[in-house]
């Protein structure tokens, strides 16, 4: 009876672990939690171009984002638009930078990344709206080319319960990014002719436009980082990746 207890338990306890071997599980009072952090980041880095199907984690290269919404007025913006199957290329070549953890009664993540490229392609919708004075209303597909990219999230997360056992999930995210130069082409459906001088404006000073843009793309940054990492999370108990001393 006694060994079939200890059977079942083990039984219990190889299916419940869903991580595979190589997440890192790191100790919460570990002085250097960080780079043990980094570390199992780097292993886990390796296997999120083709996503991990064990943990849910979705595929990053290309990353696909299905339908963004963006509505804002801004000083020299004013956008209504509707981007659906977009794709982007070259996410997975990101380098971490950075990253500052607090885990003194709360979960607190700083994490800087840096991007050489990422090549993106979407179908937009855009109505009602101007940057300047370009007229940017049309219908179409985008493709663009951003290079030099440095992203840094900043966030909180709060453990979960889901049929009792804890997850984290990201509260609060903010996100500060830098592009260093852009590029796009875009085949417009309805409004060829504006479509192309907006571009041309675009292209001769990527900067200028990406800059009045850039509270929006922050924003947009934020959310998208935010739904990934808690996809992630929420398919990652707590106490696989982070364990406790041993009492
Ligand atoms: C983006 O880069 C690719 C590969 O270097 C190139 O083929 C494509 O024409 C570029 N697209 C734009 C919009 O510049």
Redesign the pocket.
């Known amino acids: 009876m006694k060994v079939f207890i200890v059977f079942l338990f083990c039984v219990v306890y190889a299916q419940a672990k869903v991580t595979p071997d190589y997440f890192p599980a790191c100790k919460r009072s570990d002085p250097q939690i960080e780079k043990c952090v980094l570390n199992g980041l780097e292993a886990v880095k390796a296997h999120l171009k083709d996503g991990i199907p064990e943990v849910n984690i979705p595929a990053l290269d290309p990353f696909t984002v299905p339908t963004l919404k963006l509505d804002r007025t801004a000083p020299n913006l004013r956008i209504k638009a509707t981007v659906k199957h977009g794709k982007a290329y070259g996410g997975s070549d990101f380098k971490i930078e950075k990253l500052k953890l607090n885990l003194n009664n709360k979960y607190a993540a700083e994490l800087k990344i840096t991007l050489p490229k990422l ?1 993106v392609v979407a179908n937009y919708d855009v109505k009602g709206s101007r940057i300047l004075a370009l007229d940017i209303n049309g219908k179409g597909r985008l ?3 951003f290079t030099g990219i440095t992203v840094v999230a900043k966030g909180f997360a709060k453990p979960v319960a889901k049929e009792g056992v804890d997850y984290l999930q990201v509260d609060k995210l903010v996100s500060k990014v830098k592009i260093g130069h852009a ?3 875009i085949d417009e459906s309805e409004r060829p002719l504006a479509a192309q001088s907006a571009v041309t404006f675009f292209n001769a000073s990527p900067n200028v436009i990406l800059d009045i843009l850039n509270p929006l793309i922050e924003e947009t940054a934020a959310a998208v980082i935010k739904a990934f990492a808690n996809k992630i999370l929420g398919s990652i108990p707590i106490s696989e990746v982070l364990v406790e001393d041993a009492a």
């Open positions: 090549m493709r663009g080319n590029q796009i082409e």
